[in-house]
């Protein structure tokens, strides 16, 4: 039986004010707390529900535990002319990671390209934020994270990766950028949260149950299952899956000192992070190259314009009207949730208020 | 009815001699032929038999065709600090992605790290090779390469990309590097051919027919079919094997101005490129960084020795005894066919004999 599920709609503008405030409850310093908003505002106006300002109780929770530093030092710790490591000082990662970007956009426009490891951050939203910051340089912009583990490696049954996403942006001509941000497990957190609201069944290929065997429960994971790397199982590839997200971990977090594998800190405040720590906090890999480092701008955009065009008109199969450009629905849904407002399900409008209330922050009213 | 399947072993320097020679013959300068074979034979070496000499008479078929330079002139044609455009002159890949490398090299050496972008090449076997050269200066190496359109989109038909590899190479201590070489394909085409030799099914999953429908003949492809992206459909994340394939036809080719997509020219010699190419041959992305431009070598490697050693330990699944570390199943083949020397299934055996006697190379007795 599957539940009910209800939304009411907020204004953009409003939303963004309450969770700026919120943030500044926190003692984030006013800039900061401006620019945490955008990114969670922006995962919520892209269609992202599940790193938008759904998660704003989570922040607040891990600050109340002392896992979040409101005032940071986010500073440079080691560097060459295209990398550097950056030390987040167990800042918000909403605000660590936007200007871990900003030094390796800075580093592109000197050396070409610039790659920033990051340590001792915390929960970055949408991967996307940040690789978008490099569009308007006419850069390519490259975001990824490890998380809480949630993630077995093929053949194990023990949770030992987070959904360690990997973000590209591609800047394009007259066609709207390619941005592709994936969880490198077979379906994201937030997908497997909504099937558990609306108490349906998930696909096999998802999670697996705690003993490792294949399982349809969307309430797999509470039980002690977890989930699975993309390609699901052996035979369709979950070692690539595997590989993936390690890859993730491993550039995020062993290169900057951050905490890897299942050492990364839980996002959950009631989870306290394994003693022993590898690391500090969690970490993240940010990358922008310059267009023009490799030929004229003007020349891959008209090329990039070609390649989605091509895409768009591939041959479908029957069911279906075209190919979907990464990025292309979280465009769309820009613009008419900029336009018409942001969605926010039940729980989440609860959850909240019950924050608002908690810091006495008021919360708008629904249009 | 599966089909018997029989293998003869040959020693490893005369197998090598072997695929040198048949490269001069083609007119291909000493030390290029001793490197072109060092590429082919090392996948023979690390079992991923279909990129090594198994390939042999596909290179020459190519040559044969006026479609590969065997004297190129291989130049930067673009560049930045820490990045570059090459072209290949329409060389072997196996010589020409190796010499990128080297130019990867020499630049994250300066600027701490380098990434290549090459236009005008052509297959450069497996992606390891390139990668695993980083390794040796305590760089991390990473390598991909656009190829022969066998891939469809999520919801198309139409093959549109290749099996794109992507591969990255991270130092370690104690332990052998860990090495992630993977097609973005459900399955690598290599393992469809070895379904096809033996006559057994595929997994759903791996290809779809020629209207969009799954099916399970492992000739389904030459059936006017294609592979399926990582994650084999929609539900399981099929649009992120997209998306990857994607991020590598764009970084190899739409960056570099090679071509992209559908006019990737196909690596069979009975194939003509398609008319109205976008660029020229086909596309790598090559790249390297400094561990230590990021933290000291010894730390990053005490850490990866930490990561392996945990993720070795990890709880396994009923049924298997361990996680596998990525590339430890090659580095063992590696070490046992240096030994014991490199079986070749009885095909592979005949098309080199062919070969033999077409060009006048004397083909090794097996062991």
Redesign the interface.
Known sequence: MANEVSYSTFNVEKLRQFTVEVFLKMGVPINDAELAADVLIKADLRGIDSHGVARLSGYVRLWQKGRINPTPTIRIV????????IDGDAGLGLVVAPKAMEVAIAKAE????G?I?VKNSNHFGIAAYHAIMALEKDM?GMSMTNASPLV???????R?LGTNPIC?A?PAGNFPP?I?D???S??ANGKLEIAQRKDVEV?T??I?DV??YPTTDANGLKKGGSLLP???DR???S??????S??V???SA????AS???WVPPFVAFLDPLENQ??QGLGHFLGA???D???PAN??KE??D??IQ??KS?????G?D???I?GEPEAAAEVERNQNGIPLISVVVEDLKCLSSKLGVEFPEEL
């Open positions: 080691h560097e060459t002319p295209s990398t550097a490591t000197n050396a070409g390209s790659w490891s390519i077995a490696p093929t053949f194990s049954t023990e030992m590209y591609f390619v592709m994936m969880a490198t077979a379906a696909p290929g998802w697996q003993q490792g993309l390609g699901s035979d369709h590839g070692h690539k899956g595997f590989c993936l390690s890859i971990d491993i550039l062993v290169l900057s000192g890897y594998g299942p590898p690391g190259m310059r267009v480092g490799f030929r020349e891959f090329h990039m070609n390649w091509r895409f591939a041959q479908t199969a029957p279906y075209s190919v979907i990464p």
